[in-house]
T-cell receptor
Framework: QKEVEQDPGPLSVPEGAIVSLNCTYSNSAFQYFMWYRQYSRKGPELLMYTYSSGNKEDGRFTAQVDKSSKYISLFIRDSQPSDSATYLCAMRRMDSSYKLIFGSGTRLLVRP | EADIYQTPRYLVIGTGKKITLECSQTMGHDKMYWYQQDPGMELHLIHY???????EKGDLSSESTVSRIRTEHFPLTLESARPSHTSQYLCASSVTDNEAFFGQGTRLTVV
């Protein structure tokens, strides 16, 4: 069983919609949680990271962590066609400095 | 925008050839990484470096080797390419453990 599960999609939404992207994980030792965006044929780009539980907001993006449920979410408000990409979650334990565990990504398509 | 560069972007090569994938960053980051990514799959760490002359293997078994002679340069070498090495290879660098900057990737095809 994978440590991090992510629905591959594709998720298709109309422009302006609120998008919810999610990951579940099995290792309760994960403390740091990241969201990356990857456009086709490009490398991943860090959107934001959070530590432990709670919410973090950056512009149209909000990251949410629920450690009790082992569930993290990324919300995109007022989605734009330029948000069409694959979104990867990643996480790591506090004691494993460089070992990020990635989800396989959710492909998002925002229709004009 | 992150300044991390990978060359070549695309490479098609025959079985048994030796290849080196280049990765350079101009940000002065001590930490550098090589990941392997197959379509629709997770990124898997294959090599990590936390500074000059310091490298470690990642979780994914790999027949590649790396070197870190200069801070800005972290090449990956395959001594004898095989079709099973066909994949996308992503290089990254960081200051902290939570904010990695990725290059554009090298898409390798071994025929």
């Amino acid at each position: 069983q994978k440590e991090v599960e992510q629905d591959p999609g594709p998720l298709s939404v109309p422009e302006g919609a609120i998008v919810s992207l999610n990951c579940t994980y099995s290792n309760s030792a994960f403390q740091y949680f990241m969201w990356y965006r990857q456009y086709s044929r490009k490398g991943p780009e860090l959107l934001m990271y959070t530590y432990s539980s709670g919410n973090k907001e950056d512009g149209r993006f909000t990251a949410q962590v629920d450690k009790s449920s082992k569930y993290i979410s990324l919300f995109i408000r007022d989605s734009q066609p330029s948000d069409s990409a694959t979104y990867l979650c990643a996480m790591r334990r506090m004691d494993s400095s460089y070992k990020l565990i990635f989800g396989s990504g959710t492909r998002l398509l925002v229709r004009p | 925008e992150a300044d991390i560069y990978q060359t070549p972007r695309y490479l098609v090569i025959g079985t048994g050839k030796k290849i080196t994938l280049e990765c350079s960053q101009t940000m002065g980051h001590d930490k550098m990484y090589w990941y392997q990514q197959d379509p629709g799959m997770e990124l898997h760490l294959i090599h990590y470096s936390y500074g000059v002359n310091s490298t470690e293997k990642g979780d994914l078994s790999s027949e590649s080797t790396v070197s870190r002679i200069r801070t800005e340069h972290f090449p990956l070498t395959l001594e004898s390419a095989r079709p099973s090495h066909t994949s996308q290879y992503l290089c990254a660098s960081s200051v902290t453990d939570n904010e990695a900057f990725f290059g554009q990737g090298t898409r390798l095809t071994v025929v």
